[in-house]
């Protein structure tokens, strides 16, 4: 099974609005931390936000918010008022497993490919 | 702020080379992570070191070997080179004493063309 979906291979936005890109994940590991990071054309990962599977607040970064539903699985990523610059490919990542260790790999989804329109 | 160095940041090989990937992590970080990026795909985990020593495997080939040195950078070192090897290698480095979110920082990747 995926241990990360993301059901949308592209989306597209008017500049300026918000947009949510979904994910969903699989685990049975009681900690876990998400990952939302953004690949431009150029190829580099960017890390976005992160949410900890013990975490009470949906995290924000800027104009990045996570909503974070756990009994779904679910770790959306919301981008307010979207710019040009947006315009990427974005992938949502787990990690299995408590975040003070040293042996955590990511497992990624495979990707939505976001188009802001001017 | 330092970031993850990779070299060389393009690679172009015959089929049947061989490769050599460097990648610096930034500094104090303890944990190193190596992924591969098909044309099109996720990234996939290929191999970590933690203090220099291996500390997980994923679907590296057998052609593929890595290691991390005393100064803690890592080399990717890949034989008998495929054409699908062609990708994207990234190495990402991570800290255990993140507060917990051992967040991994990505370099910019080492594009691999195998002809």
């Known amino acids: 099974a995926q241990k990360i979906t993301q059901t949308q291979p592209g989306m597209f936005v008017q500049e300026k609005e918000a947009v949510t890109l979904d994910c969903t994940y699989d685990?049975?590991?009681?900690?876990?931390?998400l990952f939302w990071y953004k690949q431009p054309s150029s190829g580099e990962m960017i890390f976005l936000i992160y949410q900890g599977s013990y975490d009470q607040q949906n995290a924000t970064e800027g104009r990045y918010s996570l909503n974070f539903q756990k009994a779904r699985k679910s770790a959306n990523l919301v981008i307010s008022a979207s710019q040009l610059g947006d315009s990427a490919m974005y992938f949502c990542a787990m990690r299995e497993g408590g975040g003070g260790g040293s042996n955590y790999k990511l497992t990624f989804g495979k990707g939505t490919l976001l188009t802001v329109n001017p | 702020a330092a970031g993850v160095i990779q070299s060389p940041r393009h690679l172009i090989k015959e089929k049947r080379e061989t490769a050599t990937l460097k990648c610096y992590p930034i500094p104090r970080h303890d944990t190193v992570y190596w992924y591969q990026q098909g044309p099109g795909q996720d990234p996939q985990f290929l191999i970590s070191f933690y203090e220099k020593m291996q500390s997980d495997k994923g679907s590296i080939p057998d052609r593929f070997s890595a290691q991390q040195f005393s100064d803690y950078h890592s080399e990717l070192n890949m034989s008998s080179l495929e054409l699908g090897d062609s990708a994207l290698y990234f190495c990402a480095s991570s800290s255990t004493g993140a507060g917990g979110r051992n967040e991994q920082f990505f370099g910019p990747g080492t594009r691999l063309t195998v002809l």
């Open positions: 685990t049975s590991d009681p900690s876990y931390g």
